[in-house]
């Protein structure tokens, strides 16, 4: 782990461990994206209607529930990535630009059915977990306090700490499923 992320950690510390609110978590602009899942959400919805970049934003953000909103450094290259690859066509209104479908974007829409769906399912699951649907607040902060203990091993893997982690985590895993 380089300096800056520990010490970015240690500030966090407290009695131990990081005491992190659900707001704190979300500033850290979690990757609720799947490689390839927001350029094929975003011609879905410029398949509904033309948009404009903002439009784009809202209505993801409105997909989160509010947990989430893409930045506009996430959206316009992917709306760049679409238009170079003549999925969509763009004509500039005023200040702004407006996002249209083309044909070959409607032809390639149709062909990746499944996988919007599988876009769709990814975003329910990380909807719930952004909002803390799917785990009681407490269970957040235990997770939250486990990934910085790890991190903040520093990389001093020995065979012997490699197994007795291992052990503890599997150990604890088994322990949750059998109540």
Same mark, same amino acid.
């Given at each position: 782990?380089? !300096?800056h992320?520990?010490?970015s950690?240690n500030?966090?510390l #407290?009695? $131990?461990?990081?005491?992190c609110t659900?707001? /704190?978590?979300?500033?850290r602009?979690?990757?609720?994206?799947?490689?390839?899942?927001?350029?094929?959400?975003?011609?879905e919805?410029?398949?509904?209607?033309?948009? #404009? $970049?903002?439009?784009?934003?809202?209505?993801?953000?409105?997909?989160?529930?509010g947990?989430?909103t893409?930045?506009?450094?996430?959206i316009?290259?992917?709306?760049a990535?679409?238009?170079?690859?003549?999925?969509?066509?763009?004509?500039?209104?005023?200040?702004?630009?407006?996002?249209?479908?083309?044909?070959?974007? *409607?032809?390639?829409?149709?062909?990746q059915?499944?996988a919007?769906?599988?876009v #769709?399912?990814?975003?329910?699951?990380?909807?719930r977990?952004?909002?803390?649907?799917?785990?009681?607040a407490?269970?957040? /902060?235990?997770? #939250? !306090?486990?990934?910085?203990?790890?991190?903040?091993?520093? @990389?001093?893997?020995?065979?012997?700490?490699?197994?007795?982690? *291992?052990?503890?985590? !599997?150990?604890?895993a088994?322990?949750?499923?059998? @109540?």
């Amino acid at each position: 782990m380089n !300096n800056h992320l520990y010490q970015s950690a240690n500030q966090k510390l #407290h009695s $131990g461990f990081a005491q992190c609110t659900g707001r /704190e978590r979300m500033a850290r602009s979690p990757r609720v994206f799947a490689s390839g899942d927001l350029k094929l959400l975003l011609l879905e919805f410029i398949g509904e209607r033309p948009r #404009h $970049g903002y439009d784009l934003i809202q209505q993801i953000k409105g997909l989160f529930d509010g947990a989430y909103t893409p930045s506009p450094g996430v959206i316009y290259p992917a709306l760049a990535f679409l238009e170079a690859g003549l999925l969509v066509s763009v004509e500039v209104q005023g200040e702004k630009k407006c996002y249209s479908i083309t044909e070959a974007g *409607h032809l390639y829409l149709g062909q990746q059915v499944v996988a919007l769906k599988g876009v #769709h399912m990814r975003i329910d699951v990380s909807r719930r977990s952004l909002r803390g649907l799917d785990r009681p607040a407490e269970i957040h /902060e235990a997770m #939250h !306090n486990l990934r910085h203990a790890l991190q903040l091993h520093q @990389g001093h893997w020995s065979p012997k700490e490699i197994q007795r982690v *291992h052990d503890l985590l !599997n150990n604890t895993a088994k322990a949750i499923v059998s @109540g």
